[in-house]
């Protein structure tokens, strides 16, 4: 069964980048059966996409923080990472990494497919 | 801001049946995308309840049922037990500003 764990600091300073990790076990992220995503939820309870990454370092991004946002993957760690730069308060936030399914369906690539697995989430608090 | 609206919160008596609405418009749900629903327990991850509408993952029980129709789904709970408290998400994705993966505003659902 698949495992996904969040880490990085959970106090970041406005302006500073955040780095955050997801290492995952129980299955490889070397495989074009799935992306590699972030997701996060605010203190008001929303969750709000952040971006997918796939196995050969493909990127998909949020129109709403790609400015700011990058992803990258260790495979030889199995795991991916994200930053964003130019942090504020309002980027205060629990962040998830999750696994995106990345099957075709009915011969068609679609974005429209799901997250299967999702790590418990860290909170990272944008704080002076 | 969530381009698909939830009710906050929705309630009912052990073994009654509650349904949660997700309403989106011509950009997502409308737009023919598929639509996915979670579980999630505060402090916990995330779980994968429903996908492609109507499809349970091996493991969620068969109380758990998911529909669409034009611009909105639904999750329904049959028979509601204490353990089903929890606040439950849709998603789908929006083709609009270059096109994203969205999220519902979420529902707290409350057995009474």
């Given at each position: 069964q698949v495992q996904l764990q969040e880490s990085g600091p959970g106090l970041v300073k406005p302006s500073q980048t955040l780095s955050l990790t997801c290492t995952v076990s129980g299955a490889s992220i070397s495989t074009n059966k799935y992306y590699c995503s972030w997701v996060r939820q605010y203190p008001g309870k929303g969750l709000e996409w952040i971006g997918d990454i796939d196995y050969i370092g493909n990127t998909f991004y949020s129109p709403s923080l790609k400015s700011r946002v990058g992803l990258s993957l260790d495979t030889s760690k199995n795991q991916f990472s994200l930053r964003v730069s130019?942090?504020?308060?309002?980027?205060?936030a629990v962040y998830y990494c999750a696994r995106f399914q990345a099957i075709r369906r009915n011969g068609v690539q679609r974005p429209d497919n799901w997250f299967d697995s999702w790590g418990q989430g860290t909170l990272v608090t944008v704080s002076s | 801001q969530s381009v698909l609206t939830q009710p906050p919160s929705v309630s009912g008596a052990p073994g009654q049946r509650v349904t949660i609405s997700c309403t989106g418009s011509s950009f997502n749900i409308g737009a023919g995308y598929d639509v996915h629903w979670y579980q999630h327990l505060p402090g916990t991850a995330p779980k994968l309840l429903?996908?492609?509408?109507?499809n349970r993952p091996s493991g969620v029980p068969d109380r758990f049922f998911g529909s669409k129709s034009g611009t909105s789904a639904s999750l329904a709970i049959a028979g509601l037990q204490a353990e089903d408290e929890a606040d439950y998400y849709c998603q789908s994705y929006d083709i609009s500003l270059s096109g994203s993966s969205v999220f519902g505003t979420g529902t707290k659902v409350t057995v009474l």
């Open positions: 130019s942090l504020t308060a309002a980027d205060t | 429903i996908f492609v509408n109507n």
